[in-house]
């Protein structure tokens, strides 16, 4: 239905659009000649009016010469001939100009008249510029200006009338014209209106309420679909918290081994204090100084490993994040006490370079160690392959910018190919025959939930570099600032 409405409006509109271009053809060919005659009937009225003003000032312009001339003085006869130019040039082209029969046969009554003025002037003109002039032919040639002048001024009269009486009969064409060209545009308009118009308010009108309609349905369709991206998002963060867990718990599996030698160590020295205590307290005089100086190297062995397993048990056992502010330079501290055993027996260093003045983070400092502790892992996984002779990897921190905070995890093992550079956080990709490679896709999943980056640049046969990227908040400033170190 609004298909064939628009075809026919289509229709419509071509006929509108001609029936526009015709009404400006009829104004081109009524109208505007109708006008640009009446712009000219004006100056050729005062011309006419002017050639009776002429006239009289030749009278004058004679009478005077003929005086001066009478008194023995020399007359100026150059004001007559200036004057007898314009005046003769303005009555031919008057004449020749005109296109009404009634203004032309009007010049042809009054051209002998005119004639006669014109030749009696030009003789006084020629006689008065004479040494001598003759006064009788001066008398004469003024005569016959004077006689003729009124019969002249009458003829103009008549001509300026007529000149006036075709303007008024134009004029009132003009406005003939002008009125049934108005009635035809008025026509056109309304037809315009009826047959274009109006059908075409109703269609926009019925395809803007469709369009309403349809952004009504497509409100509830993002409505509805962005509560089920909120769910996915949900459920995608819960099952990488789950995966974190179970990562963190494949972690502690694997160092295991190296968990239980770190703790070998002060329990062998908790039972080596306890059992010197014993022996010294059995003597008669034991020595109570060297009793205290082993009681405290047993409490200082006992602390270590409660807060090794304090930090194993908190690194495994929570799965719902838990925000809070931590200090970077620490956390990082912590995973290096967990690693370095485990790296040592491989004869891979694992050192820190704490940048001063860090402002603390806030975020899940759980994930974030698992981070860390994944990029440490992999990179000493890398360096046992590799022919390094001091293999090492360096945990530093440093501030960029004011609003971010960086990690940075760097071996000095063989690298990392191009190829695989751009994949190495893709989900189930690894580059060791054993791995699973969901690492560092988790990892990239935490980073990614704390708002922040993880990026990994590397040179190859010479250093990775793993950038951990984390935002400082702009919590409370009086919050922050006491959470700041110094």
């Known amino acids: 239905m609004d298909d064939s409405l628009a075809r026919v409006l289509n229709h419509r509109c071509v006929l509108a659009l001609s029936l526009a271009a015709g009404l400006v053809i009829v104004n081109e060919a ?17 011309v006419a009016g002017r ?8 009278a004058k312009t004679a009478l005077a ?17 200036s004057v007898l130019t314009v ?24 051209d002998p008249t005119f004639r006669r003025v014109q030749t009696a002037a030009r003789s006084l003109y020629a006689d008065a510029g004479q040494p001598t002039p003759d006064h009788t032919t001066i008398r004469r040639d003024v005569g016959i200006i004077l006689a003729n002048e009124s019969q ?23 406005r003939n014209i002008s009125l049934v060209v108005t009635g035809l545009i008025m026509v056109a308009l309304f037809a315009i209106w009826r047959s274009i118009l109006r059908p075409a308010v109703g269609l926009i009108r019925r ?42 718990t494949t972690m502690i599996g694997e160092m295991a081994s190296s968990l239980a030698h770190e703790l070998n160590q002060p329990l062998g020295a908790i039972a080596n204090y306890a059992e010197g205590c014993l022996i010294t307290l059995k003597s008669p005089t034991p020595a109570l100084d060297e009793i205290r100086k082993a009681l405290e190297r047993l409490l200082e062995a006992t602390l270590r490993a409660g807060r090794i397993i304090g930090q194993v048990r908190r690194f495994v056992t929570r799965h719902g994040p838990n925000r809070e502010w931590f200090d970077p330079n620490q956390t990082m501290a912590e995973v290096e ?7 040592n027996r491989d004869g891979i260093a694992v050192l820190i370079e704490p940048a001063p003045g860090l402002p603390c983070l806030w ?36 501030q960029p910018s004011d609003d971010c905070v960086m990690f940075e995890v760097e071996d000095n093992g063989a690298g990392i190919k191009p190829d695989d550079l751009t994949r190495v956080f893709d989900a189930y990709y690894s580059t060791r025959a054993e791995g699973m490679g969901m690492g560092l896709a988790i990892c990239r999943s935490i980073a990614e939930a704390h708002h922040g980056q993880l990026r990994v640049s590397s040179d190859q046969g010479t250093r990775t570099v793993f950038q951990f990227i984390l935002p400082v908040s702009g919590g409370d400033d009086a919050e922050l600032d006491g959470l700041r170190r110094g």
């Open 152 to 174: 002249f001024l009458q003829g103009m009269e008549r001509i300026v009338g007529l000149y006036e009486l075709e303007a008024r009969s134009r004029i009132d064409n003009l």
């Open 363 to 398: 975020g899940d400092s759980t994930q974030v160690q698992q981070v860390l502790i994944n990029l440490v892992r992999n990179a000493i996984d890398s360096l046992r392959s590799s022919q390094v002779p001091t293999p090492k990897v360096v945990m530093r921190t440093n």
């Open 337 to 343: 006490e967990i690693l370095k055993l485990e790296a």
């Open 51 to 58: 050639q009776r003003m002429l006239s009289q000032r030749l």
């Open 207 to 248: 395809q803007v309420d469709e369009l309403r309609r349809t952004r009504e349905a497509l409100e509830v369709r993002v409505i509805e679909r962005t509560g089920q991206l909120e769910e996915a998002k949900t459920r995608h963060l819960r099952l990488v918290e789950q995966l974190g867990h179970a990562d963190r």
């Open 65 to 81: 010469i003929e005086r001066e001339i009478a008194s023995g003085a020399k007359p100026d006869v150059n004001e007559l001939g």
């Open 87 to 110: 005046w003769s040039n303005s009555q031919d082209r008057l004449a020749s100009g005109s296109n009404s029969e009634d203004v032309r046969s009007a010049f042809t009554s009054l």
């Open 30 to 46: 009524l109208v505007q000649p109708s006008l640009v005659r009446l712009m000219t009937d004006a100056p050729l009225i005062n």
